[in-house]
């Protein structure tokens, strides 16, 4: 009950302000800036051969995408009907796929998304907090500080550029990977087919998961250098107890906590970094959509892509955080 | 200040290596200002013309050469990564000194605020926003809404330097001989607060030109001007990749890299200078292992 009351609820109330500031933006974005969407709307319909259009018929035409867009009645009443809609997951028909509703679009190409971003996180999380806390632990070594340069040339660098390097290279230098697709045309769903998910799933994730080891190997190693000179860890060292148990029970166990709220307050951009990956590897998920979205205007499907992705990382942030009670025994018990 | 950098120079080779990076890239971005060719005009130049002594870096597919263009790419970025800073900074610390002094609701809502940008998925966000204002964006622009989501980190870190500040000796003393709170805010705490704005002032450049670049692929940024976002988006445009002009696409990579590096090196060197922990504890590491 405690826990409750002092650990979940504060979180929980987090939760709704940062969906709330987030769905608001997304609400304000279009009507506080000074293009009108129907208006440019209707300019690319007229640009694409239509030049002359029946003065009644383009009154009609921008009374529909105002109802469409929900920017009819006064800002208040818009307010309350895009929550409303937003509750029955109706983001309206897409302009590019006409009449196919925004949602099925979105949930077609989350799972892939969902897929690359679980398998990097996770990936990236262990292997940069594993040998980060090996770097931090044995800080003195040669390959410790081999290993900490490489991570300091690697994290600066923008997930798109990595990205951008990984296809220079395996394009060009080692053609072993295709670089385009989510998986090779007409296969039936098998071995061969899980194979071919794999490959071609593997050069965005390598992305992802390269600048993402860089992060956390670097903010994992001060933290375990730090927590390496507090005085029970000396302790345990000088009774004797073996250097695997101190460095496991006693230096990594510590300093993996306040890394799992890291990783609830970076999933946002690691989410940013995968949308932006997808794209370059032409990865069928939410990246590959908003692409195709921004370039045709679509505006209801862009607003759909980015109102769920507020959604998906704001609960992907709480549940992690709600985890976090599971790991540390001082939250739950106090 | 001058003996600082000097000292920082000799013993710290992460911050030798960015600083003279740094001074490299703006030397030519200041050689932009030299330019024969004025960077929004196309065919200037004969057209894919490989890295020869007449144009050092070639030509691309638009006539331009890609030497001088990327100088001005250079400034561009740098001028739009300070501007977000500018103005995110200033942003950051107004929330982190009146969450810290006021405390209390105030410094909760605020708070919430603040941590409520860090966890929202920028990225959709900026492109909604920018594909909105896509036929007025400048530089300018951009680093207005860059700054939208620069500010919370600057913020959470100004704060928790006022809390620990607020609880000193000598507040208490200027306190109880009469100063004013401004004037304790201003006299005695801001020069505490300055050197944690500077290295954040770097890190918040780094991560505006990185967003900008993103931006910039998807076709969202001010797409005539030279940045080094638009050099690479305007090389994919023109497939430069396939068709092997590699000069062209390989320029504004590898200058991003040490661009990105350098910067990175410095605010890590910065931080760590300013940070008595860690100086005593390489101190202290030094001596275990001399």
Do not use: C
């Not at chain 1, 690691?270 to 195709?292: A, D, K």
């Amino acid at each position: 009950m405690n826990l409750l009351k002092r650990y979940i609820l504060p979180r929980l109330i987090q939760y709704f302000i940062v969906i709330f500031i987030g769905i608001t933006i997304v609400f304000l974005a279009p009507r506080f800036i000074p293009l009108d969407p129907v208006i440019s709307v209707i300019n690319r319909i007229t640009a694409y051969g239509a030049q002359y259009m029946d003065p009644e018929a383009l009154e009609k035409l921008t009374e529909t995408l105002k109802e469409l867009y929900g920017l009819k009645g006064s800002i208040f009443e818009q307010y309350i009907k895009f929550w409303k809609r937003l509750f029955r997951g109706d983001f309206g028909p897409s302009l590019t796929i006409f009449p196919t509703p925004v949602i099925s679009i979105i949930k077609n190409s989350l799972p892939w998304t969902a897929g690359l971003l679980i398998i990097a996180a996770l990936l990236s999380w262990s292997i940069g907090n594993i040998l980060g806390g090996l770097a931090g632990y044995f800080s003195n070594k040669k390959w410790a500080k081999v290993l900490s340069v490489i991570a300091m040339v690697i994290y600066p660098i923008p997930y798109y550029i990595m990205a951008l390097i990984l296809i220079i290279l395996f394009a060009y230098v080692f053609p072993i990977f295709p670089i385009v697709g989510g998986y090779s045309i007409g296969i039936n769903p098998s071995f061969s087919f899980i194979f071919s998910l794999i490959k071609h799933a593997f050069l965005p994730a390598l992305a992802l998961v390269i600048v993402g080891i860089g992060w956390w190997f670097l903010s994992m190693r001060s933290l375990t250098s730090t927590i390496t000179s507090e005085d029970y860890v000396v302790y345990a060292e000088t009774m004797g107890i073996p250097k695997n148990k101190v460095l496991f029970q006693y230096v990594m166990k510590n300093s993996m906590l306040p890394q799992i709220t890291n990783l609830a307050l970076q999933i946002g951009g690691i989410f940013s970094g995968s949308l932006v990956t997808e794209y370059v590897f032409s990865y069928p998920g939410i990246g590959q959509v908003l692409y195709m979205a921004i370039n045709n205007g679509d505006f209801n499907l862009l607003m759909g892509i980015v109102t769920f992705s507020i959604l998906g990382i704001a609960t992907a942030a709480l549940l992690i955080d709600l985890l976090y009670p599971l790991f540390d025994p001082r939250v739950r018990y106090r | 200040m001058f003996v600082i950098l000097k000292d920082l120079f000799k013993y710290d080779k992460r911050f030798a290596f960015g600083f003279s990076v740094i001074l490299i890239l703006l030397f030519l971005s200041i050689l932009s200002f030299f330019s024969p060719y004025n960077p929004v005009l196309w065919s200037l130049v004969p057209k894919n013309l490989p890295p020869s002594l007449k144009h050092i870096l070639g030509t691309n597919s638009m006539g331009q050469d890609i030497f001088w263009n990327i100088t001005h790419a250079i400034k561009n970025s740098i001028l739009l990564g300070s501007l977000t800073a500018v103005i995110s900074i200033t942003i950051g610390t107004f929330v982190g000194l009146v969450a810290g002094y006021r405390g209390g609701s105030v410094d909760r809502a605020l708070m919430s605020i603040n941590d409520s940008f860090i966890v929202l998925p920028s990225l959709p966000i900026l492109i909604l926003l920018s594909t909105m204002l896509k036929e007025r964006l400048t530089i300018a622009v951009i680093a207005v809404i860059l700054s939208l989501f620069s500010w919370p980190w600057g913020g959470r870190q100004v704060r928790a330097i006022v809390l620990s500040l607020r609880e000193r000796e000598f507040t208490y003393t200027a306190f109880f001989s009469g100063m004013g709170t401004l004037k304790t805010v201003l006299k005695e705490h801001l020069p505490f607060v300055i050197p944690w704005v500077m290295a954040n002032f770097i890190n918040t450049i780094l991560w505006a030109i990185g967003m900008e670049t993103t931006l910039a692929i998807f076709g969202l940024s001010s797409l005539e001007t030279p940045t080094i976002g638009t050099t690479i988006y305007w090389a994919n445009q023109y497939q430069a990749l396939l068709r092997g002009i590699w000069w062209w696409i390989l320029t504004p990579v590898i200058i991003a890299v040490f661009l990105f590096l350098s910067l990175y090196l410095l605010s890590v060197s910065i931080s760590e200078f300013l940070d008595p922990r860690t100086r005593l504890q390489r101190m202290r590491m030094e001596e275990v292992s001399t």
